[in-house]
């Protein structure tokens, strides 16, 4: 059995399209692997989070150096910044990220918290994230203009371009990445 954990916002909608996100990638994993949704506040949130899942979505609102919750109340507070994920220790449980949040990949010099991420997890995990602002809903993402932004980083280095992923993805979609990168290496 594996988990498939979710991070969310506090705000209802945002809880909604994720059980629905990770309840897809749970079935494109394995009937056996379930789907657990989250509303951290903090660092101590995101932590326990990612030890107990071996695949993870990152459904909030972000930018190159956080994530962000959205309250009830449409107010916005952080939940863990770049500086402070540097300090996150490793999660070798931890096979596929698949962060929808908006330009968690972009940065000078690849300076961003998806490819911070990426140094966290299993060695030949992946981490995907987009360059530029996501849109979608429950079934697919990507950037408003259909621009090629999606990348993925293993290990602090982009291992898949944007021109190697399409404009958008499905959750299915990025699993199928996964498993076609891995097999390649």
């Known amino acids: 059995m594996g988990i498939v954990g979710v991070v969310s916002c506090a705000h209802h909608a945002w809880i909604d399209m994720s059980r629905y996100m990770g309840t897809a990638l ?8 379930e789907c657990r949704v989250h509303v951290p506040v903090d660092k101590k949130g995101l932590i326990a989070i990612m030890n107990e899942s071996n695949y993870l979505i990152i459904h909030t609102p972000g930018a190159f150096d956080a994530f962000i919750d959205q309250r009830c109340d ?3 507070k952080k939940i863990v910044s770049l500086n402070t994920f540097k300090s996150f220790p490793s999660f070798s449980n ?5 962060i ?3 330009s968690c990949a972009v940065g000078e010099n690849e300076n961003n918290i998806a490819c911070e991420f990426s140094k966290h997890i299993a060695k030949d995990g992946l981490v995907i994230a987009n360059r530029y602002d996501v849109y979608g809903g429950y079934i697919d993402f990507g950037d408003k203009n259909n621009r ?5 980083y293993q290990n ?8 190697e992923i399409p404009p958008e993805i499905t959750m299915q979609d990025a699993f199928k990445i996964f498993l076609n990168y891995r097999k390649n290496i």
Not at 148 to 152: F, I, S
């Open 94 to 98: 931890l096979k596929l990220v698949i």
């Open 26 to 33: 749970a079935k494109e994993i394995s009937d056996s692997v």
């Open 156 to 163: 602090g280095e982009i291992v898949i371009k944007e021109n």
């Open 148 to 152: 090629n932004g999606w990348v993925a």
């Open 100 to 102: 929808t949040a908006c």
């Open 74 to 76: 449409n107010t916005y």
